[in-house]
C-alpha cells in the first residue's frame, strides 16, 4: 500500500511539473514616467550633487525612505531635518559603523525614527524614496568627499514602479528588521518599461544579481567598458577575459588603493590581455559600473564582489537605453582618461 502511495504521488508530481511553466512576469509599462543621470565629477567642477537632493528634499511632500551606508553631508542632513519639521515622514535605515555620523544623530535628535543596522555584513545601499515616486540611487554615499572628491553617479527615476520596489526593500529593512540573506526575494516589478528605456531592479543577496551580471557580460556582442571600485569575483573577470579572447573590445578602470587588496582581480585582468588601468583621482574612483555594446548600463551600490553577493544589503540597475549607455561612456572616457595620464 505504501508502496502504491508512493507511485501516486510521483505520477501527481509529474503531472504538476509537466503542467506548469516558469513565467517571467510581464514588465511593468509606464509612459509618463523619467530618468536622470548625474556624475559627480570633482575634475570638471560638474558636482553639487548635495543641493539638487536637498532642493528634491525641500520639495517633497510626504515621505522620505532613505537606506544610507553612509549620511552625513550637511546639506543634506539640514534638508532631512527640515522635511520632519515640517511635517514630511522621514525614515532611515543606516549602516552601524557609521550610526555615530550627523545624518544619524541629527534625525534621532529631532524625532526622526532611525533602523541601525549592526550585522558584521555591511547594509551598503545608498538610495531614497521620496513621496513613493521618486528614487535617487547609484554610487554616491551623502558624505563630502563623495559629493566634492570622488568620482560617482546616481540614477533618479521618476516611477511608481520603481519606487514601489525600493519602497519593499526598504520596508523589509526598517519593520521587519530583515538584512542580508535573510530578505525574501519579492520585489513588486523587477523589470519596468519607461517609453524606450528597460529597468531591471535587483536587490542583493535575495535576487542573485551577480547572476543577472554575468548574464549580461556573456550576451555582450561587441564591447564592455567598466569602472570598477573594487573587482574581487571571479565569474565576473572570468566572463570579462573570456570576451577579450573573442575579441571584444574590454576596457576598464579600477580605484588604485582597492587594487591591491586581498583577492583584487586587477592582475589577472592585466596579464589576461584586458586593457585595464588604474585611476587617476587623487581620492577615489567610486564607480561601480559596466557599459555593455554601448546600449546597457550596470549601476548601482554593487561592488563586484563576493561580499556584495553572498552578504551586504546592495541595489542593482540593469538600463537597456543607447541614450543613457552615451552618457555613461562619456564618464568613463574622462575616467579613464585620467587615469592614462596619471600613469
Same mark, same amino acid.
Given at each position: 500500500?505504501?508502496?502504491?502511495?508512493?507511485?501516486?504521488?510521483?505520477?501527481?508530481?509529474?503531472?504538476?511539473?509537466?503542467?506548469?511553466?516558469?513565467?517571467?512576469?510581464?514588465?511593468?509599462?509606464?509612459?509618463?514616467?523619467?530618468?536622470?543621470?548625474?556624475?559627480?565629477?570633482?575634475?570638471?567642477?560638474?558636482?553639487?550633487?548635495?543641493?539638487?537632493?536637498?532642493?528634491?528634499?525641500?520639495?517633497?511632500?510626504?515621505?522620505?525612505?532613505?537606506?544610507?551606508?553612509?549620511?552625513?553631508?550637511?546639506?543634506?542632513?539640514?534638508?532631512?531635518?527640515?522635511?520632519?519639521?515640517?511635517?514630511?515622514?522621514?525614515?532611515?535605515?543606516?549602516?552601524?559603523?557609521?550610526?555615530?555620523?550627523?545624518?544619524?544623530?541629527?534625525?534621532?535628535?529631532?524625532?526622526?525614527?532611525?533602523?541601525?543596522?549592526?550585522?558584521?555584513?555591511?547594509?551598503?545601499?545608498?538610495?531614497?524614496?521620496?513621496?513613493?515616486?521618486?528614487?535617487?540611487?547609484?554610487?554616491?554615499?551623502?558624505?563630502?568627499?563623495?559629493?566634492?572628491?570622488?568620482?560617482?553617479?546616481?540614477?533618479?527615476?521618476?516611477?511608481?514602479?520603481?519606487?514601489?520596489?525600493?519602497?519593499?526593500?526598504?520596508?523589509?529593512?526598517?519593520?521587519?528588521?530583515?538584512?542580508?540573506?535573510?530578505?525574501?526575494?519579492?520585489?513588486?516589478?523587477?523589470?519596468?518599461?519607461?517609453?524606450?528605456?528597460?529597468?531591471?531592479?535587483?536587490?542583493?543577496?535575495?535576487?542573485?544579481?551577480?547572476?543577472?551580471?554575468?548574464?549580461?557580460?556573456? @550576451? +555582450?556582442?561587441? /564591447?564592455?567598458?567598466?569602472?570598477?571600485?573594487?573587482? *574581487?569575483?571571479?565569474? #565576473?573577470?572570468?566572463?570579462? %577575459?573570456?570576451?577579450?579572447?573573442?575579441?571584444?573590445?574590454?576596457?576598464?578602470?579600477?580605484?588604485?588603493?582597492?587594487?591591491?587588496?586581498?583577492?583584487?582581480?586587477?592582475?589577472?585582468?592585466?596579464?589576461?590581455?584586458?586593457?585595464?588601468?588604474?585611476?587617476?583621482?587623487?581620492?577615489?574612483?567610486?564607480?561601480?559600473?559596466?557599459?555593455?555594446?554601448?546600449?546597457?548600463?550596470?549601476?548601482?551600490?554593487?561592488?563586484?564582489?563576493? @561580499? +556584495?553577493?553572498? /552578504?551586504?544589503?546592495?541595489?542593482?540597475?540593469?538600463? *537597456?537605453?543607447?541614450? #543613457?549607455?552615451?552618457?555613461? %561612456?562619456?564618464?568613463?572616457?574622462?575616467?579613464?582618461?585620467?587615469?592614462?595620464?596619471?600613469?
Amino acid at each position: 500500500m505504501h508502496i502504491v502511495r508512493q507511485g501516486l504521488l510521483c505520477v501527481v508530481l509529474l503531472t504538476l511539473l509537466v503542467g506548469c511553466e516558469i513565467v517571467t512576469p510581464e514588465p511593468a509599462v509606464e509612459e509618463d514616467a523619467a530618468i536622470e543621470v548625474l556624475f559627480a565629477q570633482s575634475t570638471t567642477g560638474s558636482t553639487g550633487l548635495d543641493l539638487m537632493l536637498a532642493q528634491a528634499i525641500d520639495s517633497t511632500t510626504s515621505t522620505i525612505d532613505i537606506a544610507a551606508y553612509d549620511l552625513n553631508i550637511s546639506t543634506v542632513v539640514d534638508a532631512l531635518v527640515r522635511a520632519h519639521q515640517r511635517g514630511v515622514t522621514v525614515r532611515l535605515v543606516v549602516e552601524g559603523d557609521y550610526q555615530e555620523r550627523d545624518g544619524p544623530t541629527e534625525l534621532q535628535r529631532v524625532g526622526a525614527p532611525v533602523v541601525i543596522e549592526r550585522r558584521d555584513p555591511y547594509m551598503h545601499n545608498k538610495f531614497m524614496v521620496l513621496d513613493d515616486r521618486t528614487v535617487w540611487t547609484g554610487s554616491w554615499n551623502y558624505a563630502y568627499n563623495e559629493t566634492y572628491r570622488n568620482d560617482n553617479n546616481v540614477v533618479i527615476i521618476n516611477s511608481s514602479a520603481v519606487a514601489e520596489n525600493y519602497s519593499a526593500e526598504f520596508e523589509e529593512m526598517f519593520t521587519r528588521q530583515l538584512f542580508g540573506a535573510g530578505s525574501p526575494a519579492d520585489t513588486p516589478h523587477p523589470q519596468v518599461q519607461i517609453g524606450e528605456v528597460e529597468v531591471q531592479v535587483y536587490f542583493s543577496p535575495e535576487d542573485n544579481p551577480q547572476r543577472q551580471i554575468v548574464d549580461v557580460l556573456k @550576451s +555582450a556582442q561587441s /564591447s564592455i567598458y567598466f569602472m570598477a571600485f573594487n573587482l *574581487t569575483d571571479n565569474d #565576473i573577470s572570468d566572463a570579462l %577575459l573570456r570576451k577579450q579572447r573573442e575579441g571584444l573590445v574590454v576596457r576598464g578602470v579600477m580605484e588604485t588603493e582597492q587594487s591591491t587588496s586581498t583577492g583584487s582581480d586587477f592582475d589577472a585582468l592585466q596579464a589576461g590581455g584586458v586593457d585595464v588601468v588604474l585611476d587617476g583621482n587623487d581620492y577615489r574612483m567610486h564607480h561601480k559600473v559596466f557599459i555593455v555594446d554601448e546600449a546597457v548600463v550596470i549601476t548601482g551600490s554593487y561592488n563586484f564582489t563576493r @561580499s +556584495a553577493a553572498q /552578504s551586504n544589503d546592495e541595489n542593482v540597475l540593469i538600463i *537597456t537605453s543607447p541614450e #543613457i549607455a552615451a552618457r555613461y %561612456l562619456e564618464e568613463f572616457s574622462r575616467v579613464y582618461q585620467q587615469a592614462q595620464e596619471a600613469q
